[in-house]
């Protein structure tokens, strides 16, 4: 039996999955995956970093539509209105793996790898989501390449979108929120110099 010849990056966390990793420490948030066509590379990407143990609750791989119904959650109903391959099931799925996983941050991904259609849907169409104290975030992306090129492509989009995300958080002492620095006063909605 010959051994493996090693890759020059194998054995190296990928620099978006350490930045996230290092933000949850920071935070001291948690994360789970519900991935469909990436089929746990996600959260294969974040538990390549040392210390991920820490911030990372694990992951569901939800590939076929009954696992995403039955494992994860996603409404029957939405999936067989819009289709597993949906902003509205990617936004389901990063919802719901927080319940799942008892977790802050729920991210999820859901698309087409190819090399054939689906769903009705072109190969490289992709619908990606983030769940957490912002809200839902979906992100609809046209990618190019064949199935390994989409699917790694989707992964470092969802650590972008995660990233980008998490940036916009504060540390948890209450000095601010997402999207930046607290109102010294509360703001009256109603009291706006545009207003008729």
Aim: negative net charge; proline residues 6%.
């Amino acid at each position: 039996m010959s051994a493996v010849p090693e890759r020059p990056d194998a054995g190296r966390p990928d620099a978006g999955a350490l930045a996230v990793v290092a933000r949850l420490r920071d935070l001291g948030l948690t994360v789970a995956t519900a991935e469909s066509l990436t089929g746990g590379l996600v959260c294969a990407a974040l538990t390549s970093v040392p210390g991920a143990s820490a911030v990372v609750r694990g992951g569901v791989v939800a590939y076929a539509s009954e696992v995403k119904a039955t494992v994860v959650g996603v409404d029957a109903g939405v999936l067989a209105r819009e289709g597993a391959v949906s902003a509205a099931v990617a936004g389901e799925l990063a919802t719901r793996v927080r319940a799942v996983l008892g977790c802050d941050i729920g991210v999820s991904t859901t698309g087409v790898a190819g090399p054939d259609p689906a769903d009705g849907r072109p190969p490289g169409t992709v619908f990606i989501g983030a769940c957490g104290p912002w809200g839902i975030l979906v992100e609809e992306l046209s990618l190019t390449g064949n199935r390994d090129q989409i699917r790694a492509a989707t992964v470092r989009e969802v650590l972008t979108l995660l990233s980008t995300a998490l940036k916009n958080l504060r540390d948890a002492d209450g000095r601010a929120g997402y999207g930046g620095a607290r109102p010294e006063q509360p703001v009256d909605t109603n009291e706006r110099e545009d207003a008729p």
